[in-house]
């Protein structure tokens, strides 16, 4: 389902025009992105959790080369879904 899809689907359930579906709908995702961004974990219960983990730096290879080279420590989103979304 693409974004699009998906505040059509909004609209229809809500009630809503498509213009404050949309809007609603990029609330939701600018309040979750800065939520991450500051270190704080998202969770709707029983349906969501979302946080920010810290990937360790570490050693890889090179497939073509063979050679060892570094990967540095990152940031990354950890999300969880729940079972109880498929039912």
Do not use: C, H, Y
């Not at 025009?17 to 709707?44: C, H, I, M, R, Y």
């Not at 219960?45 to 946080?51: C, D, I, L, V, Y």
Request: glycine content about 6%; cysteine-free.
């Amino acid at each position: 389902m693409t974004k699009a899809e998906f505040i059509e689907k909004f609209a229809e359930k809500t009630g809503f025009s498509k213009k404050d579906a949309t809007a609603a709908v990029n609330a939701f995702f600018e309040v979750t992105s800065d939520a991450l961004k500051k270190g704080d974990k998202v969770v709707f219960p029983g349906t969501f959790k979302a946080e920010v983990t810290t990937r360790a730096a570490r050693t890889g290879r090179n497939p073509q080369t063979g050679a060892e080279i570094q990967i540095p420590a990152k940031k990354a989103i950890k999300a969880k879904l729940s079972d109880k979304l498929l039912g």
